[in-house]
């Protein structure tokens, strides 16, 4: 998505208790960090009929610094998007430029 134009990525969840205090920042960060992109991560809270979802909607800058973090209450968070930072971000890291195209291919879809 990330070479076609895509800027900010949305990643809703419902990460468990026990995996989303590991894996829930880590993951969204290095989806930012590698696509250069900013990172919006809504999640759901609350006790489920099976288990306890883990919260902390998280949005992330390109760079990978958390700018906005939840609470595991209701609530909105907001944060500043500067798509010139993406542009910036970009030219700083070359994930994007140090692809192995000639070890795949992007399938189009439409």
């Not at 989806?31 to 883990?54: D, L, T, W």
């Not at 610094?65 to 542009?87: F, G, H, K, M, W």
């Not at 070359?94 to 399938?107: A, I, S």
Request: charged share 20%; aromatic share 10%.
């Amino acid at each position: 998505m990330t070479l076609e134009g895509v800027q900010i990525f949305l990643c809703p969840a419902d990460f468990t208790l026990n995996t989303g205090k590991d894996h829930w920042e880590p993951l969204h960060r290095a989806r930012a960090i590698e696509n250069s992109c900013y990172v919006i991560a809504p999640a759901q809270i609350g006790s489920k009929p099976k288990f306890q979802a883990y919260g902390n909607s998280l949005m992330i800058d390109p760079w990978g610094n958390v700018v906005a973090r939840a609470s595991n209450q209701p609530c909105v968070i907001t944060a500043e998007i500067d798509l010139d930072y993406v542009d910036t971000v970009r030219k700083q890291l070359f994930t994007l430029e140090n692809r192995r195209t000639d070890l795949y291919t992007l399938c189009q879809t439409k």
